[in-house]
């Protein structure tokens, strides 16, 4: 009787969305197959350009059926300054990044959600214009997070209706059929531009929930297999599988009325993998899965893969899990990773499956360890490049049937859960490049801030004297001769010209970096001077190990927040004192403590430095280029790029820095007037200091002028391809499916 109940249900509500959302359109003649694209014929007249074979995925090519490989790049829908339902990307940059991707040897691309009508406009006309070899792509269909959170039930009416609702209007898009009226955060306009020919398949959802699994498993207990006319869900199925089932049951019911057939996945990742993970210290990452092999087509030739999103960080299993300690690489290292995908494979006997999110950012931030060094950030983009194509190398050794990359474009507006909480207000992330935040940097293309390219760190003023918005200060401190500082949406730049040739074998500089009432007036770096005005942080310039940026220890965000707030991090309760006179280094955490019974055993607090400044250049054209360069030094110039969240602000873009105080488990902000700089030179083998007055003196720095700027709510940037861009162009040259 339940099931009798939503079954009628079903039906009301996907009668309702024909005549709603289609209306007359479905009722129109399919749309006739491209003039373009050779495609085999179905004995019921459907198209079909690719289907599944076994455990791999294949082409209608030269009248035949050949084997392909989808290698490819996952396809953001936003740029900096943006969010991505504001949907600004226009069909011009569409068009110059398909010939990018297209050079890069990529064969498809895969995009999360609807665009609005100029990307499928865009790839048709693109395509049409590279006729030997189209770029195909994957369409993925986002699930409504929003209504099955609120409801905590994937089944909930609610939930069901409007997840049928994007489906379908996420196949008039394709196929150029459909009017999607406006709506807050998605894609809206008159979609006339067909698509079809050019569609690899679809991947339907997002990264599932474990708790809402787990929720609408129980709520819908003994629930009967779903059974569709495409697509059913198999005895054993879990109601969260069933509404799988229907959703590519609604897929395909509404797609053949296009006169097309494509292989259809779920979106799904490790989280929620079919698995058992015994090393994973964390239930919840183990709590449910979600099964690719509880459902098949029933009248769907086109064929049914599996999609998983796979990273070599994330959970923490790939690090602990002894049981996947036993599959070495070519290299004769024992890689978690690999042993993970040859697991995966065994599992799903019978159908491909695509690894369709793979990679690591090139960051300065980390937000996950794990063996090999392939860190969730950490790395340049020459790092970035041999990772990925390493990862990239394995999958094909695994016999997978796709690899698309994560991804192609940096997007400014992301987050990553150990500075999401330093980052505030959090709609303003997209207006400033926090290179701290990984998620931000997991680009082929690299979105660089404003002054990212056209003001090199390479120990040279000459691009200094083109900027028309930079200040110069006569530091008035012995050793330096002036001080010329500006800044972007990502960084604060400062050129010193010294006194003398800077040797940081023998000297040590230092800039103090003033912004809040409080912070250390003394400390051992100052020697026994003692400054007007505290400093929140302090810029270390000289040998490897002693270039960073510190922080004064009771500012310091990461103890505070993981350690007075949510009682994490080790707190010396010394040094939360005003004047403490200690910087401590900048620290990002990678573990939170965890304890049973959430945990299976105990985890103990672990943090990383993240305040470390690398000498190098940031000149692309030059063999000697770093992404993670922070200063070099020539003669007597020394240049520098500090990333602004290492001198304490939460959102440069309006001013605000983080306070000192902490309210209701929050860390405050605090509008500022701008940034104080103190700097001097210290003598590494005598310690004498050059300037800020004689020994034991109160030094008054309040004199000192304050490096100001405007808050800004417009962004520029510098678009360019990263360094991992060629090296994963030569990895993806190598591997076949270029039909």
Do not use: C
């Not at 979600?290 to 893969?305: F, K, L, R, S």
Request: proline residues 5%; without cysteine; aromatic residues 12%.
């Amino acid at each position: 009787m339940k099931r009798n109940i939503k079954l009628r249900l079903s039906l009301a509500i996907i009668a309702v969305l024909i005549a709603g959302y289609f209306g007359w359109q479905l009722f129109q003649p399919l749309h006739a197959e491209s003039e373009f694209v050779e495609n085999a014929k179905l004995d019921n007249g459907m198209n079909v350009k690719f289907r599944t074979q076994g455990d791999q995925l294949e082409i209608y090519s030269d009248q035949q059926w050949q084997p392909f490989f989808a290698k490819g790049v996952n396809v953001g829908a936003t740029l900096p300054g943006h969010d991505p339902g504001e949907l600004p990307i226009d069909k011009k940059t569409f068009l110059r990044w398909f010939a990018e991707i297209k050079e890069l040897g990529a064969n498809v691309i895969r995009v999360y959600t609807i665009h609005d009508p100029v990307f499928y406009e865009a790839l048709v006309e693109f395509n049409e214009e590279n006729r030997d070899s189209p770029l195909y792509f994957i369409q993925g269909v986002w699930s409504p997070e929003a209504q099955m959170f609120k409801t905590h039930d994937a089944l909930s009416p609610l939930a069901t209706k409007e997840f049928k609702k994007e489906i379908i209007y996420a196949v008039g898009a394709v196929y150029g059929d459909v009017k999607i009226t406006k709506e807050r955060g998605k894609a809206d306009g008159k979609y006339k531009a067909n698509a079809g020919p050019y569609l690899l398949g679809w991947s339907v959802g997002t990264e599932w929930d474990p708790p809402l699994v787990e929720a609408t498993d129980k709520a819908y207990e003994g629930m009967e297999p779903y059974q569709g006319d495409f697509f059913k869900a198999k005895s054993g199925a879990t109601p969260f599988e069933n509404m799988l089932a229907e959703m590519l049951d609604t897929l395909a019911a509404f797609e053949s009325k296009q006169g097309w057939q494509h292989p259809y996945a779920f979106t799904n990742w490790v989280s929620t993998d079919p698995l058992e993970h015994p090393g994973e210290i964390d239930r919840a990452e183990d709590l449910v899965s979600v099964d690719p092999m509880h459902i098949e087509p029933v009248n769907w030739q086109a064929g049914y893969y599996a999609s998983y999103h796979a990273y070599p960080y994330y959970p923490e299993f790939f690090r602990s899990d002894e049981t996947i300690k036993n599959v070495k690489n070519d290299k004769g290292e024992i890689d978690t990773y690999k042993a993970y995908l040859r697991l995966l494979k065994e599992h799903h006997k019978g159908i491909p499956i695509v690894i369709t999110e793979f990679g690591v950012p090139a960051s300065l931030g980390i937000g996950h360890i794990t063996g090999l060094g392939r860190n969730q950030g950490g790395h340049t983009e020459e790092e970035q490049g041999k990772i990925n194509v390493d990862l990239l190398h394995e999958i094909v050794q695994e016999n997978y049937a796709g690899a698309i990359v994560f991804m192609w474009q940096d997007e400014w507006f992301k987050r990553t859960w150990n500075t999401q909480d330093f980052e505030q207000p959090v709609d303003r992330r997209k207006y400033w490049l926090n290179v701290l935040t990984n998620e931000k940097l997991f680009g082929l293309t690299g979105m660089y801030s404003s002054k990212d390219g056209p003001l090199l760190i390479d120990g040279s003023l000459d691009d200094w004297h083109q900027l028309k918005d930079k200040k110069k200060f006569d530091p008035g401190v012995p050793g330096w001769s002036s001080m010329w500082v500006t800044h972007d949406e990502a960084y604060v730049y400062i050129a010193g010209e010294l006194e003398n040739e800077f040797d940081p074998e023998k000297e040590t500089l230092h800039i103090g970096a003033d912004t809040l009432e409080g912070g250390n007036r003394h400390s051992k770096e100052l020697g026994d001077r003692t400054l007007s005005e505290g400093l929140e942080t302090l810029v270390t310039i000289g040998k490897t190990l002693d270039s960073q940026v510190t922080i004064a220890s009771n500012y310091d965000f990461t103890t505070r927040y993981w350690g007075v707030v949510n009682g994490m991090a080790p707190v010396v309760e010394e040094e939360m004192n005003d004047d403490s006179g200690i910087f401590k280094p900048w620290k990002l955490i990678v573990d939170m403590e965890f304890s049973p019974p959430a945990a299976k055993y105990y985890r103990p607090y672990k943090d990383v430095p993240a305040g470390q400044l690398k000498r190098g250049t940031t000149d692309p054209a030059s063999t000697d280029y770093n992404s993670l360069t922070m200063w070099q030094a020539k003669g007597n110039v020394v240049e520098m790029r500090i990333p602004w969240m290492l001198l304490g602000f939460s959102d440069p873009s309006s001013l605000l820095a983080m306070d000192y105080g902490e309210k209701g488990g929050k860390l405050q902000t605090r509008k500022v007037d701008g940034i104080r700089l103190v700097p001097w030179i210290t003598d590494r083998s005598t310690g004498q200091i050059k300037g800020l007055g004689d020994g034991g003196d109160v030094v008054d720095v309040s004199k000192l002028p304050k490096y100001k700027w405007k808050p800004w709510n417009q962004v520029q940037y510098q678009e360019r391809l990263k360094k991992s861009y060629a090296i994963m162009q030569e990895a993806f040259r190598k591997i076949g499916g270029d039909n």
